[in-house]
């Protein structure tokens, strides 16, 4: 950035992290169903649940919903996010990720705190070039065991199609044994769109995109955002 001009739309989004969002929401409302509703409000994609959290919250307590209202909700609940530019990331971690690889830096000597952060930098950046380039699979390693891990689920749906130009399927996710589950979503496809919200606030395929996928015959490439691309990786 130039100046703080710089810093704001359209070059960049002021939003809020759900965690502090919450906390200073504890701090005036003490229950515990309380609390638990507001992460809802703030976290979940689809909007029946979103609807479903408000409902239960002005029924248990109509001040707390007016507290949340008040807060411009394009800042904190996902629903409301427009153009998903959060990316799904709910909390200020992902911002303070560095705190992890250099923590051992803390309270050294100034001369030894650079040497430190530089060494230890360096070897990061190493021993990632060197997974990366290792790298057999269509998805960095990480990436690629959650793309599994979905695809396992995704496999006990049920796919139908709606219209076979346009790219729409019906997906029906399996029943689980407490009664829940066995519900509907659409899948448009050629959009990267679901009505779950999840994929197009990840960019990451969820389990109903990827049933579709493999339906289809296509590969893990198709549906995910390049970010996410082995290639993408060691270009890094």
Not at 74 to 89: A, C, E, H, L, Q
Request: hydrophobic letters at 30%; proline letters at 3%; glycine letters at 4%.
């Amino acid at each position: 950035m130039e100046n703080l001009l710089d810093s704001r739309e359209p070059n960049a989004y002021h939003r809020y992290c759900l965690r502090h969002v919450r906390s200073n929401f504890s701090g005036r409302f003490k229950t515990k169903s309380l609390r638990k509703l507001c992460w809802m409000i703030g976290s979940t994609s689809q909007r029946r649940k979103y609807v479903w959290a408000v409902r239960e919250m002005q029924m248990l307590n109509r001040g707390a919903w007016n507290y949340l209202n008040d807060i411009d909700k394009s800042k904190w609940t996902i629903v409301r996010d427009r153009g998903n530019r959060r990316w799904g990331n709910l909390t200020t971690n992902i911002s303070e990720s560095m705190n992890n690889v250099l923590r051992e830096a803390r309270l050294l000597p100034v001369k030894a705190l650079i040497h430190y952060t530089f060494t230890k930098d360096v070897s990061e950046y190493g021993r990632h070039a060197q997974m990366a380039q290792s790298c057999n699979t269509p998805l960095p390693p990480r990436i690629w065991s959650r793309f599994n891990k979905l695809h396992s689920v995704a496999m006990q749906h049920e796919v139908s199609v709606y219209d076979v130009r346009e790219g729409h399927y019906a997906v029906v996710s399996r029943e689980e044994t407490n009664d829940d589950g066995g519900n509907e979503y659409t899948v448009e496809y050629r959009r990267h769109r679901c009505s779950c919200g999840k994929w197009q606030m990840l960019r990451f395929p969820c389990s109903h995109a990827i049933v579709v996928c493999a339906w289809r015959g296509e590969q893990p490439h198709d549906v995910t955002n390049s970010i996410f691309h082995t290639t993408t990786y060691q270009e890094q």
